[in-house]
DNA sequence: CGCCGGATTTAA
DNA sequence: TAAATCCGGCGA
């Protein structure tokens, strides 16, 4: 099954699709390891809970584009924009292993030295593909600037809920919508029970 | 290894 | 005023 047909999907099995996917951007290769699935308005842990804004309108767009948000007054979150045209639905970036540009992403990281956590969260992800405000909306399906492509079959998978969402009210708060490869080191904290 | 506070801008 | 976070410092 292509990867856009996946991702115009109900947004919990896009999230799973995304697992082991790859993003390219310039000599950057990350592959996907660990993501958080977000629906629409009735959604109350979403962005999209107010009804469509100035900053979630990418939400409501076709599946592929990205949603990139300003988070916490410094970091840039990268979300995949899943489900129908119409539909309100994202999938955010919470991990991912380096395959390609070390180095690159070193620098924009401002490390010293690899880790296998040097991109364990969604804040991580984003700046080490040098991501912010000008790549929002943009169409990840096309193979320019920044590019999202099919990589891994995941293996086992991991489920919890979701990170930071303390402000959602039950069944939100609790539902298991956070998703992870199994045994990946890039994994972001807190770690998913097993 | 886990908990805690500060950084820093924006959206509602 | 709190936020879909990160990092460094401190104590066990």
Not at 6 to 18: F, K, N, Q, S
Not at 169 to 179: G, I, K, M, N, Q
Request: proline share 8%; aromatic share 6%.
């Amino acid at each position: 099954m292509p990867l856009k047909r996946i991702l115009a999907g109900p947004v919990e099995d896009a999230a799973r699709g995304l697992l082991g996917c790859e993003l390219v951007r310039e000599d950057v290769v990350l592959r996907i390891v660990e993501v958080e699935a977000y629906a629409g308005p009735e959604d109350t842990a979403s962005h999209a809970r107010h009804g469509r804004t100035a900053r979630n309108a990418p939400m409501w767009g076709a599946p592929g584009r990205a949603y990139l948000y300003f988070c916490y007054g410094m970091h840039w979150m990268l979300n995949v924009v899943t489900g129908p045209e119409g539909v309100a639905s994202a999938v955010l970036i919470r991990g991912a292993e380096v395959l390609a540009g070390m180095d690159t992403v070193l620098a924009r990281r401002r490390a010293a030295k690899p880790s296998a956590q040097i991109c364990a969260g969604p804040g991580k992800v984003a700046q080490a593909l040098g991501l912010a405000r000008e790549s929002d909306g943009l169409d990840l399906l096309r193979a320019e600037g920044l590019h999202l492509r099919p990589g891994l079959t995941p293996g086992a998978i991991l489920s919890g809920p979701r990170v930071g969402i303390g402000f959602a009210v039950e069944p939100d708060r609790l539902r298991s919508w956070r998703f992870a490869l199994a045994g990946s080191p890039a994994v972001s904290r807190p770690r998913i029970a097993p």
